[in-house]
Nanobody
Framework: VQLQAYGGGLVQAGDSLRLSCAAS????????MGWFRQAPGKEREFVAA????????VYADSVKGRFTISRDNAKNTVYLQMNSLKPEDTAIYYC???????????????WGQGTQVTVSS
C-alpha cells in the first residue's frame, strides 16, 4: 500500500482544515487507517484511527471532540477533519495503514510522506 497525505497548510487558531490520504492498491478496505503527528523536537504521537469497514474510531484525548477521522473505501481515501485548531496542533501529520486498529505507531506497516499543519495564534 502506498499512501500520500495532503491538505495541510497555515491557518489561524480556531480555523478548520481537512487532511486527506490517498491510498493505492485494491486492499484498502482491509487496512485500519490512522493519523499521527510529529511536532518539532517531539516524538510522533497518535491522533486518530478508523476501522476497515465499520465506523469504529479511536482518538487521542487531545483531539477528541475537535477532530474526526473518516474513510471512503470507494475512493481509497481516509480523511481527518480538524476543527477548532490550536497552536499546539502544529505538526507534520502522517497517515498510516495497519492490519489492526491500534494507537501504537510500531504496529503500522505503511506510512505516507506527511503534510505540514501550522496553526498561528
Amino acid at each position: 500500500v502506498q499512501l500520500q497525505a495532503y491538505g495541510g497548510g497555515l491557518v489561524q487558531a480556531g480555523d478548520s482544515l481537512r487532511l486527506s490520504c490517498a491510498a493505492s492498491g485494491r486492499t484498502f478496505s482491509s487496512y485500519r487507517m490512522g493519523w499521527f503527528r510529529q511536532a518539532p523536537g517531539k516524538e510522533r504521537e497518535f491522533v486518530a484511527a478508523v476501522a476497515g469497514s465499520t465506523s469504529y474510531t479511536v482518538y487521542a484525548d487531545s483531539v477528541k471532540g475537535r477532530f474526526t477521522i473518516s474513510r471512503d473505501n470507494a475512493k481509497n481515501t481516509v480523511y481527518l477533519q480538524m476543527n477548532s485548531l490550536k497552536p499546539e496542533d502544529t505538526a507534520i501529520y502522517y497517515c498510516a495503514a495497519s492490519r489492526q486498529i491500534t494507537t501504537r505507531a510500531t504496529m503500522y506497516d505503511f506510512w505516507g510522506q506527511g503534510t505540514q499543519v501550522t496553526v498561528s495564534s
